[in-house]
């Protein structure tokens, strides 16, 4: 919107407040289809939206400020709760970063396994956007066939590390443990049922009537748009930029994997579901191939500066006992320096920039969050559509406010 057109409906918007024809409605903090405590200022001509403020800060955390308190590997607890939905993407992002700056080489098994955990993860994100996007539109069977899939991945998740949103199973240098026994025969029976679910979510939405006219034409998101507000995942590939940062800039490996960029041209809140829709399918493939690379070795990395101890020395060796309470007690100490790590999270580019002082603790630490420039753009989408029309584009752009108020 130029700087005329904007200039008009705020004089647009005054003549009617004249007239006592604009209302102004709080949509949120507390609202099913706010997405988590989002409050948008809207102001209504009859049921058309004239402008729209969103409007942050009631989940606000200061996980960035926590982190300046705790020791490198007490990090990994506070990042993980940032999105909640994607807790490996928040740890892969910080992992890395301290990673580089260390310059730490992960071990091969432990990279294949992160990407497992995160195509898992982007799956499992998707499917609970689906279903709660599909409940907003009353088709509450969708909503019940997401979970019941995303139940399997959470599953997964317990299986390895006892926890089902927040595994906190990445460590400096790799992972906390190899896989379970009968893991990988787990992750092939969720694959080989996926294609199934997929294909029902397929047939149920894709076509659906009334998906599609709520839908098709709603909240577009321009290429102009993405670069002007730093738009990226879903919303920058439905607008026809096939930008990835799996592509763009590989870590773990991804380079040596065969998957596509999902894109479209509309840059509507269809072309966005069709996107995500595809992107779980790649994720599979993408969890099939890492299953066939997965090769035995160690997962963690054999750095004294960051590696723990084996188990079995601690019962025989002073040394290993000493070394393993500074670790704990005490942590790591990166050199001076500072860094910039991102990753493809399921939202987008998430990324972290690191400041070490050379002490235990970060100096700073900057979240890079794919969920708050998608909730800003909200301001620039929302005017002359229905109020309706609003939760379909809150749900398109898929926000996670502890990724947002951090």
């Not at 748009?225 to 773990?252: E, H, N, S």
Request: glycine residues 6%; hydrophobic residues 40%.
């Amino acid at each position: 919107m130029s700087n005329i057109q904007t200039n008009k409906l705020e004089s647009d918007i005054e003549s009617l407040g004249l007239t006592g024809d604009v209302l102004e409605l709080n949509l949120g903090p507390q609202h099913p289809s706010t997405h988590g405590v989002l409050r948008l200022k809207l102001r209504l001509d009859g049921e058309v939206v004239l402008s729209a403020e969103p409007v942050i800060g009631y989940l606000h955390t200061g996980v960035e400020k926590e982190c300046e308190t705790r020791t490198y590997h007490q990090v990994f607890t506070l990042v993980d709760r940032l999105d909640y939905l994607s807790g490996p993407a928040e740890e892969q992002a910080f992992a890395a970063t301290v990673e580089q700056l260390m310059n730490i080489e992960v071990p091969e098994r432990a990279q294949t396994i992160r990407l497992i955990l995160l195509e898992l993860s982007r799956i499992g994100s998707h499917l609970l956007w689906l279903g709660t996007s599909a409940l907003e539109l009353n088709m509450s069977s969708v909503f019940m066939y997401c979970m019941a899939e995303r139940e399997k991945i959470l599953d997964l998740f317990e299986e390895i590390s006892g926890a089902r949103m927040f595994p906190s199973f990445w460590r400096i240098g790799g992972i906390a443990r190899d896989l379970n026994p009968g893991f990988e025969a787990h992750v092939e029976t969720f694959l080989n049922n996926f294609p199934g679910t997929w294909k029902d979510l397929d047939n149920l939405l894709t076509e659906n009537y009334v998906w599609c006219e709520r839908l098709q034409g709603v909240a577009v998101i321009d290429k102009e748009l993405c670069k002007q507000f730093m738009c990226t995942g879903p919303l920058i590939r439905a607008a026809g930029v096939p930008y990835d940062i799996r592509k763009a800039y590989p870590y773990l490996g991804y380079e040596h994997y065969q998957f596509d960029i999902p894109t479209r041209t509309e840059a509507d809140a269809y072309a966005r579901y069709l996107v995500r829709m595809e992107e779980m399918k790649q994720s599979a493939s993408l969890v099939r191939q890492a299953l066939a690379r997965l090769k035995p070795g160690p997962v963690l990395t054999n750095d004294r500066k960051v590696a723990l101890p084996p188990r079995h020395e601690l019962a025989r060796s002073m040394e290993a006992v000493i070394h393993q309470f500074k670790l704990v007690s005490e942590g790591l100490h990166p050199p001076i320096g500072e860094l910039y790590q991102c990753v493809e999270s399921a939202r987008g580019e998430l990324g972290c920039y690191l400041v070490s002082d050379g002490s235990n603790r970060p100096y700073r630490l900057r979240v890079r969050s794919p969920s708050f420039p998608h909730v800003q753009v909200l301001k620039k989408v929302l005017p002359k559509h229905i109020l309706p029309d609003v939760v379909v584009a809150i749900a398109s752009v898929d926000p996670i406010l502890g990724d947002v108020d951090r």
